[in-house]
């Protein structure tokens, strides 16, 4: 299949939703990190998502929408089933990177949900996402647009890396303002629950519900395993809510390794790491974001790609303070090392 490059004018973003009309699959930029998309409602366009990416067909896709109108259709009982704390939320961040896990309607096929009977959505605040999806007429589902296991592309060129031939077409925006996903929330149960944490973190989303916010525990604690998407459906005792959590994620060729401390602390550590890799002829790269966490989140998964691209073997980050978005980018950096950290 060859991949078309579109660009972001209003001519080829009408192309780009016809491709999705038609069924086919369009990567495009949206503020966390580049999106796969297809017709949410057509069940044989959403699993050619899941073939695209190499994706497991248990882990669900986030349902995108361009109007807050676009929301009751999807969910079952419609207005009436949307809580007060929901709308809250919807009034408060959205457009922007927050996906809420709300009950889902009939009309969403169970392909896009992973067979569950919620559904997440959220309405994208950049402007080629808005544009796009006006464009298809219909919500796109969209998974990040990265094959499953890698880290997720947070430019055009790193979608193309992954999905060239393997998709329609790319709507080759600009590069990702956030660059790590969006914040996953579930509003099924009596308390909001953070699935997934992003740029909007829990405390400020306790602050704008005005309760306790959760982290879903899988989030707390070290999963007892890890499945690799290439073996397809992983049957494991390990059942978060969010069915992504048990896949391996973000992962680069190179091995990722974090180290804890002060900034003379890592380098020395650092350092003792890289002369044993050197007797091996490892090539090590070193990334210390500092205490600059907009900065990490930005840059952590660019970063990954490129050093797979410059042929490192091993890959050292020190890690960041885990509170507030610190704590959302350590989730991926863990991930990413697969929890290796030299303490
Ligand atoms: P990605 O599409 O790669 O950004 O991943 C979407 C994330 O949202 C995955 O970790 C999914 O497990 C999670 N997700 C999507 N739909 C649901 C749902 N209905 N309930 C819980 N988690 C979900
Ligand atoms: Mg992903």
Redesign the pocket.
């Known amino acids: 299949m060859q991949t078309k490059k579109l660009s972001t004018n209003i001519e080829d973003l009408e192309r780009a939703g016809a491709i999705i009309r038609d069924g086919g699959l369009v990567a495009f930029p949206t503020e966390t990190v580049y999106g796969l998309g297809a017709d949410a409602l057509n069940e044989e366009a959403v699993r050619s998502v899941y073939a695209a990416k190499g994706r497991p067909s248990d ?4 349902v995108h929408i361009a109007d807050a109108r676009e929301l009751e259709p999807l969910v079952r009982g419609g207005r009436a089933a949307i809580s007060e704390d929901t709308l809250k939320v919807i009034g408060t961040f959205w457009p922007g990177p927050l ?1 809420l ?1 709300l009950p889902k309607s009939d009309i969403i096929p169970d392909a896009t ?1 992973g067979g ?1 009977d ?3 959505i959220r309405m994208p605040s950049n402007e080629t996402a808005y544009r796009l999806i006006l464009a298809a007429g219909r919500p796109i589902a969209a ?2 647009a990265n094959l499953s296991g890698k880290p997720s592309p947070t430019n055009a060129e790193d979608v193309l890396e992954d999905m060239d031939g393997r998709i329609d077409a790319v709507v080759m925006g600009e590069a990702c303002d956030v660059g790590i ?1 969006s914040t ?1 929330l ?1 509003m099924t149960g009596d308390v909001p629950v953070v ?2 944490p992003g740029i909007i973190t829990r405390e400020w989303l306790s602050a704008v519900i005005g309760k306790e916010v959760r982290y879903d525990k899988s989030l707390l604690e070290e999963p007892s395993e890890i499945a690799d998407p290439k073996d397809g459906v992983a049957e494991t005792d390990f059942k978060p ?5 048990k896949y391996k994620h973000y992962s680069p060729n190179a091995q990722v390794t974090l180290i804890e401390g002060n900034e003379d602390e890592f380098r020395s550590k650092a350092t003792a790491f890289g002369m044993e890799a050197r007797k091996k002829n490892q090539k090590i790269a070193v990334i210390d974001y500092g205490d600059d966490v907009r900065k990490a989140a930005h840059n952590l998964f660019a970063d990954l790609r490129e050093l797979d691209r410059l042929g490192y073997d091993i890959i050292l980050i020190r890690t960041l303070e885990q509170s507030g978005l610190g704590f959302s980018v350590m989730n991926r950096m863990l991930k990413s090392a697969g929890y290796d950290v030299i303490k």
Request: proline fraction near 13%; aromatic fraction near 0%.
């Open positions: 882990n669900p896709m986030i996906t896990v949900t569950l919620t559904v997440a998974p990040s996903e996953v579930d699935l997934r809510k969010s069915p992504g959590m």
